[in-house]
Every structure is written in C-alpha cells, then in structure tokens.
C-alpha cells in the first residue's frame, strides 16, 4: 500500500512548513509528512524550505544570518493571512517532540543544504532523532547526495533517500552506491513502472514527488508505489481509496 506523505504538511490548505500544516496533515490521516530543515546563524534547526524568509513570511534575507531569537518574532503564514499571527517558523525540535505522541507518523526529513552547506547538519539532525528516539520512522532525504554519503558515514541506523529531478539511468543501482534505500524522483522522472518494479526488487523504496495531479496520482497507486509525496493528502486518500475499492 502507498504511503501518503503531506509535502511541508497539509501545505495547499495551511501555511507550509509550519505546525498548523503538520497538524491537519495528521489530522487527515496522511502516513507521513515531509519537512525542510535549514539552520540559523546560531546553530538551530529550523523548519522551513527557502534559505531566504521573504517567500513565506513576512521577513526578508537568509535564514542563515538570523538568530533562532530573532526568528522567533517571525511570522510564517505570509501566504495565508487568514493564519496570521499563528505560525512561527518551528524548530526541528518543535516538531520531532510534536510527532513522538504521533506514533504511526513517518517523517521525511529533507537537508536543505545543495544551496547552502550548513556546517554540521547531517550530524545535529542524527543526533536530535536520536534523542527523541525516532530512528525507526524517519527518512533523510536530500537533492546533495554528498549530505547522504555523510548520513552513512555516522550512521547506519537512519534511512536516507536520494532526491532529484533527471531521469537517472537505473537509478536504484545509484541509491545502492550511496547506501540509500530510497529514491524520490519528480514525478516527471518516473515515466515506467519497471522502475518502481526493479527498485523494489533491490529493496529500494520509489516515493515521488511533488504529486498533485489526480491522474498521476491514480496512475502511481495503480502501479503500487511505495509512497506519494503531495500538497493535498486528504484528495490523495480518496484517489487511493477510489484505486483499492
Ligand atoms: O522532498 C520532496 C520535495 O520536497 C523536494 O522538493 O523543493 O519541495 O523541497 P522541494
Ligand atoms: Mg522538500
């Protein structure tokens, strides 16, 4: 059965990357969510997708010159001034001690670090899953392919799932090189089922991204695909339903 992860939470109902998007895609029974952690001037992660604040909240510049004190005064729900005044930028450790009462949710975290190489990440996200225990729901996923390989060199107890956009030549061969056990491709790259037949053959697990047309969503259930990606998880759970019935 495909799994359902709500990209940046419920995102095209609530303000992306923020609680209140985490929290209705929970509510609406998705799987799992998927989340973009980047890290402020003083070492904190934080949850948001831009490395810049300007597209999503009402602040301008890159999130790596502010302090984690100074972006507490941020507001998120830029996009959706119906939530103003609601929605801080999170804290990965906001959200990692959120999910610990969600049991059955997976997290798919996403290193925001192929524009900007924060120092360390890789090593301060292991060590907060760590510590909230969540190293048997969790994936890394990353477009620096580099950050996975450094996922594996301190770890072998955290997934990762290499992300991208090209059509990669027998791509679970390359997740394999890198030690990963899963690809997220753009649903444009994954044009054949044989992909997603071959990877799970090598225990490869095929979740794309960012799906939110209906037909391609009917289309990968069809195809039995691990796991969708998706801004509107509540219409992916009556595509999915519609599919099994
Ligand atoms: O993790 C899947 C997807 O989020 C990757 O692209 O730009 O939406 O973070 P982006
Ligand atoms: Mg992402």
Redesign the pocket.
């Known amino acids: 059965m495909t799994q359902i992860f709500a ?2 939470g419920a995102s095209r109902e609530y303000p992306e990357n923020t609680m209140l998007a985490f929290e209705a895609a929970y509510q609406q029974n998705a799987d799992g969510i ?1 989340l ?1 952690v980047q890290m402020t001037k003083d070492g904190i992660l934080v949850v948001i ?1 831009d490395e810049t604040l300007d597209r999503t909240t009402n602040a301008a510049g890159w999130v790596k010159d502010y302090s984690y004190a100074e972006l507490q005064h941020v507001d998120a729900s830029y996009q959706f001034p119906q939530y103003a005044g609601q929605c801080q930028i999170p804290t990965l450790d906001q959200v990692f001690s959120w999910a610990k009462r969600k049991q059955s949710l997976f997290l ?1 975290i ?1 290193l ?1 670090n192929s524009v900007i190489e924060y120092p360390h990440l890789e090593k301060k996200v292991i060590h907060l899953i760590r510590q909230f225990q969540l190293e048997n729901r969790v994936v890394l ?1 990353s477009f620096n392919h580099y950050s996975l390989v450094e996922v594996h060199r301190l770890t072998d107890e955290i997934p990762t799932a290499i ?1 991208y956009r090209e059509w990669l030549y027998e791509p679970w061969k390359y997740a394999k090189q890198l030690q990963s056990s899963g690809i ?1 491709p753009h649903f444009t790259s994954l044009q054949k089922e044989s992909i997603i037949r071959k990877a799970r053959e090598e225990n490869i697990s095929v979740r794309a ?2 799906v939110n047309n209906l037909n391609v969503m009917e289309q990968l259930f069809r195809w039995n695909i691990p796991g969708i ?1 998706t801004d509107i998880p509540k219409k992916a759970l009556e595509v999915k339903k519609k599919v099994s019935s």
Do not use: M, Q, V
């Open positions: 990209h940046r998927e973009d997708h798919n996403e925001k996923s992300l997220h991204y960012t990606i």
